[in-house]
């Protein structure tokens, strides 16, 4: 079965600091991975996302996200928090199984400390 | 990037009244739509998959006569939440898949409806 795993519910950081949001998946398929951001009451914005090619993605907002195979891994980094950055972060698959359907880990939510 | 929009943003309703809650996409056209609903600090729970011209496919365990999903244009889709309870009040999203970005699965969402039922 396809799951998707984020450590941490939550994840404190100093203004300034290195940014590492976990997420590890499991798929039976060649997955296609996400990172979506949201805010208070909003919907959720991508970050970035992994498809094929190169395995380091860069993304909006100085975010960027390695696929390492081997380990399942798609984690999330930043090398330097703002402010801004508070927020959930959702990590997600997408597989084609006869019909794509997308799963969402439960979320972390980045706090940033000033 | 593509643009999907909800509306409303916020809606308030009495116990038993039915809620519409619609979502387009503005700027491209959607075969398919898929409504969550999001619990306070909770992950996005997929309700229905909204398909154009035809019936929405519900998850299970999501009652499909209380979540009536519409899906008549390919910009359109809407959900009515029947006779809402207490219970009904969340958060919730639509998103949508490009036509010929179906092979990447990349989803693009609208702003979220915050649903209050007294």
């Known amino acids: 079965a396809q799951s998707v795993t984020q450590l941490g519910s939550h994840v404190s950081v100093s203004e300034g600091a290195l940014v590492l949001l976990r997420c590890n998946y499991s798929?039976?398929?060649?997955?296609?991975l996400f990172w979506y951001v949201q805010y208070p009451n909003q919907g959720l914005q991508l970050l970035l996302k992994y498809t094929t090619g190169a395995t380091l993605v860069k993304g909006i907002n100085g975010f960027e996200a390695e696929f390492k195979k081997s380990e399942t891994s798609f984690h999330l980094t930043k090398p330097s928090a703002h402010m801004s950055d508070a927020a959930e972060y959702f990590c997600a698959v997408s597989m084609n199984t006869g019909g794509f359907k997308t799963i969402f880990g439960a979320g972390t939510r980045l706090f940033v400390k000033a | 990037g593509a643009v999907v929009s909800q509306h409303p943003s916020r809606v308030i309703c009495k116990s038993g009244t039915s809620v519409k809650i619609e979502c387009r996409s503005l700027?491209?056209?959607?075969?398919?739509m898929f409504w969550y609903r999001q619990f306070p600090k909770q992950s996005l729970m997929l309700m229905a998959t909204?398909?154009?011209?035809?019936?929405?496919?519900?998850e299970q365990g999501v009652e499909k006569d209380k979540f009536l999903i519409n899906h008549a244009s390919l910009t359109l889709s809407t959900l009515t939440v029947t006779s809402a309870h207490p219970e009904d009040s969340s958060f919730y999203i639509c998103?949508?898949?490009?036509?010929?970005?179906?092979?990447?699965?990349?989803?693009?969402f609208g702003e979220g409806s915050r649903l209050t039922v007294l």
């Open positions: 998103s949508a898949r490009v036509l010929g970005q179906a092979t990447t699965g990349e989803l693009f």
């Open positions: 700027d491209f056209q959607a075969t398919t």
């Open positions: 798929s039976s398929v060649p997955p296609y």
């Open positions: 909204s398909n154009e011209g035809s019936k929405a496919t519900y």
